[in-house]
């Protein structure tokens, strides 16, 4: 791991004047460009050729004497492969540029977690150490930290064989590669004829379904937590609730949406068994009664991470939940960066952090208010690592 006073070094010594805010163009990159644009920053984003024009043409900026009257991209790279931003003179060019990196999760799929964390000496705004703990079944997952924290999770079954109730299965498709190959299961038989059949259309490869992880499923709605820890903070609550978005799933929300003698008719074919592939999301809200119970979520997971994973949190994390028929809260999953459903905030913030802020506050924004905060308290050295 990047030593991180080295990191801070670099901060400390850039051009405050000049900061240019950063990101992978993927994922919630608007949601984080637009934020910095909104608080004063201008915007560089690293892209991959093929896939750039949303961001080099579609939301390229256009200043007018200084003045942004359009678009969120001021300045950005094309690679061949978004791994090529790990090339030497790029990061020296990232530096020389004064920029303040902000990781999500095409950065950490792109490119691997071992050069994240010994060879890309950019300043990151958020946690370095903690981005690996994302990777399921990993030594010290974000199961293990919420084990460690107390916190509600779907309970693991052992075994294929152990499976006597609806249980998902958690593993990567195999021509997708950063999407998921999940399906449902009530027993050991189902387990058995839903892998095969998938197996031979090659949507999941056996050494990934080896490796799964079984757990029961919860049946509820879902509600994805964009929580921020503000180190800065020294008189209010340093946790706020940003926002809650909620997933579109492809091609499950299109099969739950067909009626049941439709969905019958699916028995037997290549559609029968839906994909969890996430193409979108939707703001949500939360009974007031549960949001205590969120904020509980949230403190315990910070402890945690500030006894395990010292610093512990930085900025944007989002604890992905289903809430039960007893409205009881169970993380299926955790980010521990800028969620990916932030883009419903992009622009018009959401209810939580509004009324908080008395402003719109996206993620990507408060994110980069919490830059701005830091420069003008010479405190960039505490939101970087």
Same mark, same amino acid.
């Given at each position: 791991m990047?030593d &991180?006073?080295r990191i801070? @070094?670099?901060?400390?010594g ?6 240019? %805010?950063?990101?992978?163009a ?7 460009a @637009? ?8 915007t560089?984003?690293y892209?991959?050729?093929g896939?750039e024009k949303?961001?080099? #043409?579609?939301?390229?900026?256009r200043r007018?004497d ?8 001021d300045?950005? /790279?094309?690679?061949?492969k978004f791994?090529? +931003?790990m090339?030497l /003179?790029?990061?020296?060019?990232? &530096?020389?540029?004064n920029?303040l990196?902000?990781?999500?999760r095409?950065?950490t799929s ?8 010994n060879?890309?000496?950019v300043?990151?705004?958020?946690s370095r150490n903690l981005?690996? =703990?994302? @990777?399921?079944?990993g030594?010290?997952?974000y199961y293990w930290i ?8 779907p309970?693991k079954?052992?075994s294929?064989?152990?499976?006597n ?6 593993? *990567?498709?195999a021509?997708?590669k950063l999407?998921?190959?999940f399906f449902?299961a ?5 387990y058995?004829e839903k =892998?095969?059949?998938l ?5 999941? @490869? #056996? ?5 799964? &992880?079984?757990?029961?499923y ?11 820890y ?8 340093k946790i706020?609730?940003?926002? !809650? ?6 091609s ?9 003698? #439709?969905?019958?008719?699916?028995l037997?074919?290549?559609q029968?068994v839906?994909e969890?592939?996430?193409c979108? *999301? ?5 009974r007031? =009664?549960l949001l205590?119970n969120?904020?509980e ?8 991470t ?7 949190i930085?900025?944007?994390f ?5 809430v039960?028929?007893?409205?009881n809260?169970?993380i299926?999953? !955790?980010?521990? &960066?800028?969620g990916?459903?932030?883009?419903v905030?992009?622009a %018009?913030?959401?209810?939580y952090?509004?009324?908080l802020w ?8 408060r ?7 830091a420069?003008?308290?010479? /405190? +960039?050295a505490?939101?970087v690592?």
């Amino acid at each position: 791991m990047i030593d &991180r006073k080295r990191i801070q @070094e670099i901060a400390c010594g850039y051009d405050k004047k000049n900061i240019k %805010v950063g990101v992978l163009a993927s994922h919630s990159a608007l949601d984080a460009a @637009e934020g910095a644009i909104e608080e004063g920053f201008k915007t560089i984003l690293y892209c991959q050729k093929g896939r750039e024009k949303t961001y080099v #043409q579609y939301f390229k900026s256009r200043r007018v004497d200084g003045r942004l009257v359009r678009g969120v991209v001021d300045d950005y /790279k094309v690679y061949g492969k978004f791994n090529e +931003l790990m090339n030497l /003179k790029e990061l020296e060019g990232m &530096r020389r540029n004064n920029v303040l990196f902000i990781p999500n999760r095409s950065f950490t799929s792109y490119i691997k977690i071992d050069d994240i964390e010994n060879d890309f000496d950019v300043p990151l705004v958020g946690s370095r150490n903690l981005l690996r =703990s994302e @990777e399921r079944g990993g030594l010290k997952d974000y199961y293990w930290i919420l084990e460690k924290a107390g916190l509600p999770f779907p309970k693991k079954i052992e075994s294929p064989k152990d499976i006597n109730k609806l249980a998902i299965i958690k593993l *990567h498709h195999a021509k997708k590669k950063l999407e998921r190959g999940f399906f449902t299961a009530a027993s050991f038989r189902e387990y058995k004829e839903k =892998s095969g059949a998938l197996l031979k259309q090659g949507v999941i @490869e #056996q050494e990934s379904l080896d490796n799964a &992880r079984i757990e029961e499923y919860v049946i509820g709605p879902v509600f994805n937590l964009d929580f921020f820890y503000n180190p800065l903070e020294e008189e209010l609550s340093k946790i706020e609730l940003i926002g !809650v978005d909620w997933r579109f799933e492809s091609s499950l929300d299109g099969h739950v949406r067909l009626p049941a003698q #439709q969905q019958l008719g699916l028995l037997g074919t290549t559609q029968e068994v839906p994909e969890y592939t996430v193409c979108g *999301h939707n703001s949500a809200t939360l009974r007031e =009664s549960l949001l205590e119970n969120a904020f509980e979520l949230a403190e315990k997971y910070v402890k945690a991470t500030q006894e395990h994973y010292k610093p512990g949190i930085i900025g944007a994390f989002c604890l992905q939940t289903c809430v039960d028929k007893d409205l009881n809260f169970h993380i299926y999953d !955790v980010a521990p &960066r800028i969620g990916g459903g932030t883009n419903v905030h992009v622009a %018009v913030g959401h209810p939580y952090g509004n009324a908080l802020w008395r402003t719109n506050m996206s993620t990507g924004r408060r994110t980069s208010r919490m830059i701005r905060d830091a420069i003008e308290q010479d /405190k +960039l050295a505490d939101i970087v690592t």
